[in-house]
C-alpha cells in the first residue's frame, strides 16, 4: 500500500523559509514523478513543483521559482520542498502526489493526473 506522508508545516514570519518533507513507501518509486500542490481556503488546488524520481528533472510554478527548490534523498525515499523568502500569500495546505510515469518525464499541473495523495501539512505565512 502507497503511503506518502508530509511533515515540516507550520508558522512562519514572512521573509523566513520552511522545508517540508515527504516520506513515501510502499513501493519501488523510480518509475513515478512527484508534486508538491498547495490549497488555500476558498481556491482551487495549484501545483508548486514536481520532480521525476528518475532523472531528476524538475518543474517550478512561476508563482514560486526562485524561492521554492524541489529535490529528493533516494535512500531516503524522501522528496523535499524547500522553501525561502515566504510570503503571507503562500500560506495553504501544501499535499505531496505521486503519479506513475514509468520513467516518462512528466510535470503535469492536473491533480486528478496523480495517482496517490498525502494528507498535507498546513503552512501559515504571517506579515
Known amino acids: 500500500q502507497v503511503q506518502l506522508v508530509e511533515s515540516g508545516g507550520g508558522l512562519v514570519q514572512a521573509g523566513g523559509s520552511l522545508r517540508l518533507s515527504c516520506a513515501a513507501s510502499?513501493?519501488?518509486?523510480?518509475?513515478?514523478?512527484m508534486g508538491w500542490f498547495r490549497q488555500a481556503p476558498g481556491k482551487e488546488r495549484e501545483l508548486v513543483a514536481v520532480?521525476?524520481?528518475?532523472?531528476?528533472?524538475?518543474y517550478h510554478a512561476n508563482s514560486v521559482k526562485g524561492r521554492f527548490t524541489i529535490s529528493k534523498d533516494h535512500a531516503k525515499n524522501t522528496v523535499y520542498l524547500q522553501m525561502n523568502s515566504l510570503k503571507p500569500e503562500d500560506t495553504a495546505v501544501y499535499s505531496c502526489?505521486?503519479?506513475?510515469?514509468?520513467?516518462?518525464?512528466?510535470?503535469?499541473?492536473?491533480?486528478?493526473?496523480?495517482?496517490?495523495w498525502g494528507q498535507g501539512t498546513q503552512v501559515t505565512v504571517s506579515s
Open positions: 510502499g513501493r519501488t518509486f523510480s518509475n513515478y514523478a
Open positions: 520532480i521525476n524520481w528518475c532523472g531528476g528533472s524538475t
Open positions: 502526489a505521486a503519479k506513475f510515469t514509468g520513467r516518462t518525464s512528466f510535470s503535469g499541473s492536473a491533480p486528478s493526473a496523480y495517482d496517490y
